[in-house]
């Protein structure tokens, strides 16, 4: 997301998403990742075209003009491309389970965390995986992962 919208960390950003081209590394997502990023898009795109943050507003244009959403559209399909063609060098895109809703609560308890992101702690439990690649400083809270960048 940093590297889509230009952010100053788009170079770490830039960074990761090379190392899992260059099958250095192997990369998870999850849908709920590609919500939020698909989220963050959109509304960044919105936003610009229509020179607004009033999240209402967008959602009312999204909702009334057929030329945003085609924009808003376009650059979805856009990642999309990237991610398929992440998920042909070796990027999973792994479900979201039930139970990892379950564990998540734990993860809610433990450290204040927000549903969706302790639903990412849970699914990187589940897999395994104790390196998690986020620019959400809530992350570095959790005991049983390291946050990179």
């Given at each position: 997301m940093k590297l889509l919208l230009d952010e100053s960390s788009a170079i770490d950003a830039q960074r990761i998403l090379e190392s899992i081209e260059a099958d250095s590394v192997l990369g998870f997502l999850t849908p709920l990742v590609l919500e939020e990023v698909v989220f963050k898009l959109?509304?960044?795109?919105?936003?610009?075209?229509?020179?607004?943050?009033?999240?209402?507003?967008?959602?009312?244009?999204?909702?009334?003009?057929?030329?945003?959403?085609?924009?808003?559209?376009?650059?979805?399909?856009?990642?999309?491309?990237?991610?398929?063609?992440?998920?042909?060098?070796?990027?999973?895109?792994?479900?979201?389970?039930y139970s990892d809703w379950l564990n998540s609560l734990e993860y809610i308890g433990k450290y204040g965390l927000l549903p969706a992101d302790a639903i990412h702690v849970a699914v990187a439990r589940r897999l395994k995986v104790d390196i998690i690649a986020s620019f959400d400083e809530d992350f570095k809270a959790i005991e049983e992962l390291k946050v990179i960048p």
């Open positions: 959109i509304y960044a795109t919105a936003s610009s075209k229509l020179n607004t943050s009033n999240v209402w507003k967008i959602r009312g244009a999204l909702k009334s003009d057929k030329a945003l959403r085609k924009e808003c559209t376009r650059v979805v399909e856009k990642f999309n491309e990237y991610v398929e063609y992440l998920a042909s060098k070796g990027l999973r895109i792994e479900s979201v389970h």
